[in-house]
């Protein structure tokens, strides 16, 4: 058996992380790109702190970043010597309405992306377009409240609109708000929520959220009016929880925290609020301005597949003495004593995968698409500017096998893998550049020195052959 003859083996990057260019071709400022390295990224990120516009005291790595904006020719041509079928990238909203609330979309950025789409199209590689990435437009935020407000709905409806019909024919895959559970853990970075003093912030979250599973279902609705090709799926930060011990209220701990990210995906999946989420609102006393139509939606244009991003499993314990914590991507866990971990405190769980991909397709019965996964790590070149990652082979080559072992053994469908940040990249969570993902090596550092120069990492011949082989050989030689 073994995986599908059309699986889109690639790689992932969002915009903000790597386009850099933040202030050309007529882009407007967004959320994004004013999160500083540094002590106040993570107050800025959650929305704690007000950072609305630059200062003189901070760095702000997005505003450059790898600078793919000039150059992606060269990118893209280094994702097609690996054989990539597919390329995840991101579009920064703010390059197409660069307010957000325009009625006309700004020429140079749709010309941008359609740029990168037909570079890709000359190597057949199949672009995975993610509507957003974290990213909304300052404006909206300022003016607006961002996704608190309905407003938002119709100018996402305006976006998507826009390049359904820009890119039809040269895009078909669709994702349409990144980790979009994210919200809840960092509500600045993910949806430009920014709180005043005294809010009730699990209000304005789970309100903004409607908003954003609406925009979702209409984003799915107009892409298969414009194009019956076209296929949307929604993505996950995903890793299952595990119960730190069988005590029943381990468990019980466990299944709620699994349930506080899959209610994004119950909506856009099966079409309604489940009644746990219901239920829970009701007993928080969150009241959410929910209409007849927005059901009828959410009912109707359910997703065609769901993707993911998956770092780690997760665990969860109600035993106050066990509650050590370990990083993760954004939000903390307990600490899982039968794995080891990156340099940034991320648990490896490979079975893990296998694990949340066996409860994701059990729970949706919809092929899946892992669209995030990896490795940050600090990257040391030679004297020849050569990174023998190896480190990176093992955790990549235990993950696919782990993905195979899903497809093979349990039955799993698959319709591909980007691994994440697959050309160094800025880290969403530190704003770090040494927080190395890439298969491509690029010359910049924490403080934005360095030449930008891209070269292969060991890596980088390895995942060429996993493509050619159709991930059967993972062996590192
Ligand atoms: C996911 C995001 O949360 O994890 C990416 O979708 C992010 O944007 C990735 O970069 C890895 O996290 P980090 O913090 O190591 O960059």
Redo the contacts with the bound molecule.
């Keep these: 058996m073994g995986f599908r003859e059309d699986f889109l083996w690639g790689g992932a990057t969002?915009a903000n992380?790597c386009e850099g260019g933040y202030n050309k071709g007529g882009r407007g400022l967004a959320n994004v790109d004013l999160a500083p390295t540094g002590k106040d990224r993570f107050p800025v990120i959650t929305g704690e702190m007000k950072m609305f516009d630059f200062d003189d005291e901070h760095f702000y790595p997005a505003k450059e970043a790898i600078d793919m904006y000039t150059h992606f020719k060269e990118d893209i041509a280094l994702f097609a010597e690996m054989g990539f079928k597919t390329y995840r990238l991101s579009i920064a909203w703010s390059r197409i309405f660069p307010k957000g609330d325009e009625k006309e979309p700004n020429e140079e950025g749709l010309k941008f992306y359609e740029d990168i789409f037909k570079e890709c199209q000359k190597y057949g590689i199949e672009p995975l377009v993610t509507i957003t990435?974290?990213d909304c437009p300052m404006h909206l935020v300022e003016k607006y409240g961002a996704w608190r407000s309905r407003e938002m709905i119709g100018f996402y409806e305006n976006l998507c609109r826009v390049i359904f019909n820009r890119y039809k024919g040269l895009v078909k895959y669709w994702l349409t708000f990144?980790?979009i559970n994210?919200i809840l853990h960092a509500p600045f970075m993910g949806a430009g929520l920014y709180f005043e003093e005294g809010e009730n912030k699990e209000q304005v979250k789970y309100q903004a959220a409607h908003h954003e599973l609406v925009a979702s279902a209409i984003a799915t609705k107009i892409a298969h009016e414009v194009d019956p090709e076209n296929q949307v799926g929604c993505m996950l930060?995903a890793g299952t929880n595990y119960p730190y011990t069988c005590n029943p209220e381990d468990v019980w701990a466990a299944k709620k925290s699994d349930r506080e990210n899959y209610f994004f995906i119950d909506v856009q999946s099966r079409g309604e609020y489940p009644a746990y989420a219901l239920l829970k609102m009701e007993r928080e006393g969150i009241v959410i301005d929910m209409t007849e139509e927005d059901l009828a939606l959410l009912k109707e244009y359910t997703v065609d597949f769901i993707s993911f991003?998956y770092?780690s499993s997760r665990v969860q314990t109600t035993d106050p003495e066990l509650l050590e914590q370990t990083a993760g991507?954004?939000f903390a866990s307990v600490k899982n004593p039968y794995l080891p971990a990156s340099e940034?405190g991320w648990q490896i769980d490979p079975l893990g995968l296998r694990i949340t991909m066996n409860d994701l397709y059990d729970r949706y019965q919809k092929p899946l698409f892992i669209v995030?996964n990896?490795l940050?790590a600090v990257d040391t070149p030679d004297e020849n500017g050569y990174v023998a990652d190896d480190y990176r082979i093992e955790y990549l080559a235990a993950h696919i096998e782990a993905m195979r072992d899903a497809v093979e053994l349990d039955g799993v469908d698959l319709m591909g893998y980007t691994s994440?940040?697959c050309i160094d990249?800025?880290?969403?969570?530190?704003g770090e550049m040494k927080?190395r993902?890439g298969f491509i090596y690029v010359d910049r550092d924490n403080e934005g020195n360095g030449t930008l120069k891209r070269s292969k990492k060991k890596s980088f011949d390895w995942y060429k052959k996993v493509i050619a082989t159709n991930g059967q050989d993972l062996e590192n030689n």
């Design positions: 969002a992380q990435h974290f990144n980790e994210m930060a991003s770092y991507n954004i940034w995030e990896g940050g994440w940040g990249l800025v880290s969403a969570g530190t927080k993902y």
